[in-house]
């Protein structure tokens, strides 16, 4: 398994994708909280916080993680070495798992260059290092547990298709109907005390209580149980091809 993550990282990182997701992940996030005059930009609103950083963030992910793990399976499908390393003295589980931790970690790598920021809000703040220290470790916690269940999402995604530009816009939508769909359905108030369950349901819910700092144990089993569900969605397409 460790054999797999170690290729498929190398596979990121030997290869322009990588690289791609994580400078325009970084460029968008750094416009609009330092170059671009809107309401997230913390030299207009002069105040020493991050909370441009966690309310746009995810609606960056919801492009670029799907970018990170569309080849993940269909490009295997489609070169036809699926079959050869299903073949190999590894579980589907640990197929699964090796290929979700590669996407993982380029995640985590994208999001460790945003302690940049972190580090000039402290400097910049009056008196220097007069920040919501905890509360923004939190909302960087909450961010993780997204990036995780984007990742998950997206490579359910391209567990179903050999075509990389289809897994692409199935994830991209997956991730944005699990995102906001189930808050957009809490806001039409079409089904009474339901749609309050309804909204739970969805990730918006949970990562915005994060996002304010508020680490609960609900919320994190909450990602916690929706990445192991599309894991075992993923390992259940993968096995799939057996029958």
């Not at 750094?30 to 020493?48: P, R």
């Not at 579980?91 to 994208?110: F, N, R």
């Not at 302690?115 to 960087?140: M, Q």
């Amino acid at each position: 398994m460790f054999v797999l993550l170690k290729k498929e990282v190398s596979t990121f990182l030997t290869s322009l994708i990588g690289y791609v997701v994580i400078v325009v992940f970084l460029l968008i996030n750094g416009l609009f909280l330092w170059v671009f005059h809107v309401e997230s930009n913390i030299l207009d609103w002069g105040y020493a916080n991050l909370d441009g950083l966690f309310i746009q963030a995810p609606f960056v992910f919801l492009f670029l993680i799907p970018a990170i793990t569309m080849r993940l399976f269909a490009d295997e499908k489609r070169s036809g070495t699926l079959e050869t390393l299903i073949t190999r003295p590894l579980t589907e589980l640990q197929i699964v798992m090796a290929k979700y931790l590669s996407g993982l970690l380029l995640v985590l790598i994208a999001l460790l260059p945003t302690l940049i920021y972190l580090l000039t809000v402290y400097l910049l703040a009056l008196p220097a290092g007069n920040i919501d220290t905890g509360g923004i470790w939190g909302s960087y916690i909450g961010l993780f547990f997204l990036g995780a269940s984007f990742v998950a999402i997206g490579l359910f995604a391209s567990s179903l298709t050999d075509n990389q530009i289809v897994a692409f816009i199935l994830g991209a939508l997956l991730c944005a109907g699990v995102y906001t769909g189930f808050e957009l359905i809490y806001s039409m108030e079409l089904f009474g005390y339901i749609d309050f369950f309804l909204r739970q349901l969805g990730i918006n819910a949970h990562y915005s209580a994060m996002s304010r700092g508020v680490i609960d144990t609900r919320d994190a089993l909450y990602f916690i149980s929706l990445i192991t569900l599309f894991v075992m969605l993923t390992k259940i397409s993968l096995e799939s091809r057996k029958w």
